[in-house]
């Protein structure tokens, strides 16, 4: 398996743009997470699902973040309009939802709004 | 709410050494994992080793190794004979399957 991938890697963008990250989890993991990582607040939970379901959005800041999971194998996190706020590295992770083998996570993509 | 804590922003340790890292954690649930992951500089998260809470026993993976108090809340990550290859934030997690909350990460240096 090639693990769970995410694209782009890096993405550099101007406010106000519209920004989408997408993300592909392991092939019969049920469970997918969205976290965004900066130096200020650490690695923090935006939403997850499960079975392509939204379970919990509390972490999504504002309603400029949107995600979908139209199906098993894909997921994208939508920023609209994008802020310099925002600039951040965006992980996706998947989990197989049985017991608790931790996550796998994404190389992440490095956002930049200028 | 779960909060998990890493009192020490950075470490360091010189090759061959053992270093420890904490790890304090607080939830509510009856059921729930801990981990420890490693964050080298190419950002990649990677899965260092894995601790039931219902087992006793420390859970251990070749030179790393946790020590796990439940009713402390504590678990530590001890690296033995470390390598230049393990310099790295090195970052704690508590929770489920339904969600990982993660410590602020320690940044571990080693020095040849």
């Known amino acids: 398996d090639a693990g769970v991938i995410q694209s782009p890697r890096h993405e550099v963008t101007e406010m106000g743009q519209e920004v989408t990250l997408r993300c592909k989890p392991i092939?019969?993991?049920?469970?997918l997470f969205w976290y965004r990582q900066t130096m200020m607040r650490g690695l923090e939970l935006l939403i997850y699902?499960?079975?392509?379901?939204?379970?919990?959005d509390s972490g999504m800041p504002e309603d400029r973040f949107s995600a979908k999971m139209p199906n098993a194998s894909f997921s994208t996190l939508k920023i609209q309009p994008s802020e310099p706020r925002d600039s951040a590295v965006y992980f996706c992770?998947?989990?197989?939802?049985?017991?608790?083998?931790?996550?796998?996570f994404g190389s992440g993509t490095r956002l930049t709004v200028v | 709410a779960q909060t998990v804590t890493q009192s020490q922003p950075e470490m360091s340790v010189q090759e061959a050494e053992t270093v420890t890292l904490s790890c304090t954690y607080d939830?509510?649930?009856?059921?729930?994992?801990l981990f420890w992951y490693k964050q080298p500089p190419s950002r990649q998260m990677i899965l260092v080793i894995r601790?039931?809470?219902?087992?006793?026993q420390n859970a251990t993976e070749n030179r790393f190794s946790v020590n796990f108090q439940k009713a402390a809340k504590s678990f530590s990550l001890k690296i033995s004979d470390s390598q230049l290859g393990d310099a790295a934030m090195y970052f704690c997690?508590?929770?489920?399957?339904?969600?990982?909350?993660f410590g602020t990460g320690t940044r571990l240096q080693v020095f040849p």
């Open positions: 992770a998947s989990s197989p939802g049985r017991e608790a083998y931790g996550y796998t």
């Open positions: 092939s019969g993991h049920n469970s």
């Open positions: 699902f499960n079975n392509n379901v939204p379970i919990d």
């Open positions: 939830t509510s649930e009856s059921d729930y994992y």
């Open positions: 601790q039931e809470a219902y087992k006793q």
């Open positions: 997690a508590s929770g489920n399957t339904d969600k990982l909350i």
